[in-house]
């Protein structure tokens, strides 16, 4: 069992920034590959981007160049920094952490982008 809590959510103008942090507990030596999707009203969840145990990311196309995703393995987090921010970044940011068996939620955290 894996327990995932995000944290770093909130308003932010366009253009700004905002840094969400996951941090993971229980059984997280399974865990081969972390997550961040967003979901806006009425839109399905996407993918935003994923980092694997050695390391290797993955973004999609709209946040490329402007999200980074990195992992603090000593203290078990992984973060999203969102940089150049736009309104259509809007969304609740959902952490994602899979294991050989499943893949576990966190409760998500809300990124707001408006002036």
């Known amino acids: 069992q894996v327990h995932v809590v995000e944290s770093g959510g909130g308003l932010v103008q366009p253009g700004g920034s905002l840094r969400l942090s996951c941090g993971t507990s229980?059984?997280?030596?399974?865990?081969?590959?972390m997550a961040w999707y967003r979901q806006a009203p009425g839109q399905r969840r996407e993918l935003v981007a994923s980092?694997?145990?050695?390391?290797?990311?993955n973004y999609a196309d709209s946040v490329e160049g402007r999200f980074t995703i990195s992992r603090d393995n000593a203290n078990n987090t992984v973060y999203l920094q969102l940089n150049s921010l736009k309104p259509g970044d809007t969304a609740v940011y959902y952490c994602?952490?899979?294991?050989?068996?499943?893949?576990?939620w966190g409760q998500g955290t809300q990124v707001t982008v408006s002036s």
């Open positions: 994602n952490a899979k294991t050989q068996y499943r893949a576990y």
């Open positions: 229980g059984s997280v030596s399974s865990i081969w590959r």
């Open positions: 980092i694997t145990n050695g390391g290797i990311t």
